[in-house]
């Protein structure tokens, strides 16, 4: 009796657990359909066309060095990259992280990448010759980016020694939702892809301090590679990085964004702005967020 | 406030056009069902039977003859699709007011010869009552002689028989139902029945106490007939799947202007099954032939699901009929069945939109499992989802050798649709040297959904790995199944080709899935630490 009591208890408690799951459907036709218009996608495909709006707003990213969009601009290459050792080639339109060279450093005439692999000029110029054909785009023509390497701030750097850590933030209509760090794994090949193993830490959007923390779906307490501690942290920067978030949010006509940032040795950097950003940042927090979207407007809950 | 107005506006549109989708289909459907009497059991499908008759013979230089009975077209069996495959028999077809007589004939024959005859049969299941009152009338008219007289195997005369008679029908003038009621229940429930091929005439099985279904048949014609009852024996085919050499005999009772069957080996009274095909009227013998020839005989069955014809022609008469409709398509050379492949298309995708959103598996987009399934028409589903795997792994390997090759994009997909359509071509030439047939039909996949397939294919697999492929490969097979499962099905074929009006339900449908925000079966799975967790 008092087992199916327990049970009967356990069950409408899931009921009502499940009401708090942002779900796929629900996302897409009341969050993403309605606040985020088709025509405005390109701000969150392009990234130099999400620098040239952003940019001049007040949002920081990346610095540009140089873009190729056409073959014959190559010839000056081997000049343009002459004084840097220290950059990124990456595709303006690439997704999931393909197509990135990071380098830094040279050895002799040829360069140095983050791996320790080393680029000739001809293997630079191959590269960006793939990128403008749309190799990375699955376009006939896309652009090459120059840009500045992001140097890590050490306290993330600690977490994340693998790549490049990103901080993803949920805003609707201009308000943070949730928060969590990706922190790229050996699992994971460098990629903060959480799909591919990258481990998601989840942050106290209003603090900073990192609550949870799961691994490829499972719940974790400390760094799968090095054994750090991930919970109980506070990522440096935090203000900074939530005032970067607000500005993008302000700054773009999208109103249900995933803004993805990077916390550099000197303070925040935008990396980029997802239009469809997933929901798998419930299960790092370990809570849903429908309450949260829902709270904020209350006519919402009255008409379903 | 204005968004806010115009969102409601947005909402009264939507659930108008909801109700409009609903409502107009139903009625429209409901008119011709009652308005117009369409016949809706017509749109149930049927069973049908292929028979197949294999005859042969091993001459030595003689002429040969061979004779045999065919299925004629009644009130209650429709035979068609007939063909004769003869081979060095000259055949001849002749037809009398009871039976349908083919003679193979060759004049002078060496060596194994075979004659294949092959026919459709949809028959009804028919059952008769006997008004109780019915008393056995004194005269009948001429034509009914011949089934009132004695035969060499039908001995009604026989004293013995006379005998028999008065012990199973001990009563003083009874009305037709007593007689056959006493008499089929004494040679159903006291006769044994017998597994014996060979001729019985009636006072022989009377003399047995058993009998097979010839020598029962003969003894219940005869105590008819001596009730001065007409009756007479038929020969024909119990069709089940499969081979069989064994024919059946039942026999055929006048009463009141009908000919009532009756069946003392199945215990059939006054009715008799769908699978009962009549072959011949008569004490005859099924096969007749030439002497020490060896011959052999076997019916080969096969059964399958079709839609009523006589149905369909029904609708035609109708006002606002579906025939007079689709004749506008026919006009233009496209048929009934790309039609109904075209009608089908939607209940397919709507089918995977419940699986997407609903359940949550992944497809390769909304319309690929509808497509697939619809090209498994002419495969069948295992040889439709061969196909579709087939299609996978050769654009995988295909892509990787191209990627190694470092191509552009287009000319990529180009080479690896040109492979696909050559591995689906070799397939068919493979498929035809093993004599699987259904292979065979892999050519007719259509070539734009292969076209789809290998470049979803190519796309996912460069942006989410092999991995995901195959998992949204597996999923998809799923999505397939269902689809063909519906789509195939000859009930919603014919509902959709009766009443059209229905695919606007399919659009109501979609409208309201269309903002469904329930979670998807998977994403329970995906947030089950968040949902089940134990409360703290």
């Known amino acids: ?304 | 406030m204005d968004s806010n107005s115009s969102n409601n506006t947005k909402r009264n549109i939507y659930i108008v056009v909801l109700a409009i989708m609903v409502l107009l289909p139903i009625s429209v459907t409901a008119y011709k069902l009652y308005a117009l009497d369409y016949p809706l059991a017509g749109l149930i499908p049927t069973h049908s039977y292929n028979v197949e008759v294999s005859m042969q013979t091993d001459g030595h230089g003689e002429a040969i003859n061979i004779r045999t009975y065919l299925p004629k077209t009644d009130s209650r069996q429709s035979v068609d699709n007939e063909h004769n495959s003869s081979g060095a028999f000259t055949t001849e077809i002749t037809s009398d007011q009871l039976n349908r007589e083919a003679t193979w004939h060759a004049d002078s024959m060496r060596g194994q010869q075979s004659v294949l005859y092959a026919y459709s049969v949809r028959a009804n299941h028919v059952r008769f009552n006997i008004p109780p009152a019915l008393t056995i009338p004194d005269s009948y008219p001429a034509v009914l002689a011949p089934y009132l007289v004695a035969e060499p195997g039908i001995q009604k005369d026989d004293p013995e028989i006379e005998a028999a008679l008065r012990r199973i029908v001990p009563i003083h003038n009874p009305t037709i139902l007593e007689a056959v009621t006493r008499i089929h229940r004494e040679l159903q429930d006291n006769m044994e029945n017998r597994n014996f091929s060979g001729f019985t005439d009636a006072l022989t099985a009377l003399r047995l106490g058993e009998a097979s279904c010839n020598g029962k048949s003969r003894l219940f014609v005869a105590l008819l007939r001596k009730l001065n009852i007409p009756a007479r024996l038929v020969g024909g085919l119990v069709m089940q799947s499969g081979s069989k050499r064994t024919s059946h005999q039942w026999i055929e009772v006048y009463v009141n202007g009908h000919w009532v069957p009756f069946d003392t080996i199945n215990d059939h009274f006054a009715e008799i099954p769908a699978n009962y095909l009549t072959l011949y009227y008569g004490d005859e013998v099924l096969f007749k032939h030439t002497a020490n020839v060896n011959f052999q005989y076997f019916f080969k069955i096969s059964k399958q699901l079709v839609t009523r014809p006589d149905a369909q022609s029904a609708l035609s008469q109708s006002m606002l009929n579906v025939t007079n409709f689709y004749a506008f398509f026919e006009r233009v050379g496209i048929s009934q069945n790309l039609l109904t492949i075209l009608l089908m298309l939607p209940l397919g995708a709507l089918v995977t939109v419940v699986f997407r959103n609903v359940i949550g598996l992944e497809t390769f987009g909304t319309f690929l499992p509808a497509l697939i399934a619809s090209a498994a028409r002419d495969t069948g589903l295992l040889w439709g989802m061969i196909g579709f795997i087939a299609i996978i792994i050769v654009s995988a390997i295909v892509r990787r050798a191209l990627d190694w090759l470092q191509l552009l994009h287009s000319p990529k997909m180009a080479i690896m649709l040109t492979t696909v359509v050559i591995v689906m071509m070799t397939i068919t030439v493979g498929g035809v040297q093993l004599g699987l047939f259904e292979l065979a039909h892999m050519t007719l996949f259509p070539i734009a959904i292969l076209a789809i397939t290998a470049e979803r294919v190519a796309l996912m697999e460069s942006e989410q790995g092999g991995m995901k492929v195959v998992q949204i490969s597996f999923m998809t097979l799923i999505v397939i199944a269902a689809c063909y499962v519906v789509m195939d099905s000859l009930f919603m074929q014919s509902l959709i080709l009766a009443f059209p009006e229905l695919l606007l339900v399919v659009i109501a449908l979609n409208l309201w899935l269309g903002k469904w925000i329930g979670i998807r079966v998977m994403e329970f799975l995906r947030f089950r630490r968040l949902i089940m967790k134990r409360a703290k």
């Open chain 1, 1 to 304: 009796m008092s087992m199916l009591n327990t049970l009967m208890a356990g069950l409408i408690d899931a009921r009502s657990r499940a009401k708090t799951v942002l779900s796929m459907n629900r996302r897409n036709l009341h969050y993403i359909y309605t606040r985020n218009e088709r025509k405005y996608f390109p701000l969150a495909d392009d990234k130099l066309l999400a620098k040239e709006t952003l940019i001049p707003l007040g949002v920081r990213m990346p610095e540009t060095y140089r873009v190729y969009s056409y073959f014959y601009e190559l010839r000056d290459l081997e000049q343009s990259l002459q004084h840097l050792h220290d950059f990124v080639i990456k595709p303006a339109q690439g997704s999931g992280g393909n197509g990135i060279i990071v380098i830094a450093g040279k050895k002799g005439r040829n360069w140095l990448g983050i791996s320790g692999k080393v680029y000739t000029l001809f293997d630079l110029k191959k590269h960006i010759t793939d990128i403008i054909y749309g190799v990375y785009s699955h376009d006939l023509g896309d652009k090459a980016i120059i840009e500045s390497r992001i140097v890590q701030h050490p306290e993330v750097a600690e977490l994340s020694l693998l790549g490049l850590a990103d901080v993803r933030v949920i805003i609707c209509d201009d308000i943070p939702v949730m928060g969590m760090t990706r922190l790229p794994t050996r699992q994971s090949e460098g990629k903060a892809n959480l799909h591919q193993g990258a481990l998601g830490v989840a942050i106290d959007i209003d603090t900073g301090l990192t609550t949870n923390a799961s691994f490829l779906g499972q719940p974790i307490e400390e760094h799968p590679d090095s054994a750090i501690q991930l919970i109980g942290r506070t990522l440096p920067y935090w203000a900074e990085v939530m005032d970067l978030a607000n500005r993008t949010a302000q700054a773009v006509p999208l109103k249900y964004l995933g803004v993805d940032i990077s916390i550099a040795i000197d303070g925040p950097l935008l990396l980029e702005i997802n239009v469809r950003p997933g929901l798998e940042i419930q299960n790092v927090n370990d809570r849903g967020m429908l309450p949260i979207l829902q709270g904020m407007y209350e006519h919402e809950v009255v008409s379903k």
